[in-house]
């Protein structure tokens, strides 16, 4: 038996969708994530869930954020920490490239303001 004989190893939508989520929410200024529209769109999207949207071809990952901010950060700062950690994290946990990391700002969580 030879060490070079490897099996394949695949990645669910959802593993690639967990790992953008949690990767975007550990950074400072992001309170939660916000629902993504539905529509036709999503019925054809794998990897869609509750503020994040995942496409992934020939071995990179295309991501759409949905963030709902805090109060009294610098949005352009917050949000290109989100693109580095979540880029980062894809490349890192899964081995895949990141293609694009898209951040959408729905909304800012005021003082008192949260459901």
Do not use: W
Not at 15 to 22: D, F, K, M, Q, Y
Request: hydrophobic share 40%; glycine share 8%.
């Amino acid at each position: 038996m030879t060490d070079d004989t490897q099996g394949k190893t695949t990645v669910s939508p959802e593993v690639l969708t967990t790992i953008a989520s949690l990767a975007a929410l550990e950074v400072p200024g992001v309170s939660r994530l916000a629902p993504v529209s539905g529509g036709v769109n999503r019925l054809f999207r794998r990897g869609a869930s509750d503020g994040v949207r995942i496409e992934a071809k020939d071995n990179t990952v295309y991501t759409d954020l949905f963030l709902i901010l805090k109060e009294g950060v610098n949005i352009r700062e917050v949000s290109r920490n989100v693109q580095a950690n979540v880029a980062r994290s894809i490349q890192e946990m899964v081995g895949m490239e990141a293609g694009e990391v898209n951040v959408h700002i729905e909304d800012i969580d005021f003082e008192g303001n949260e459901a």
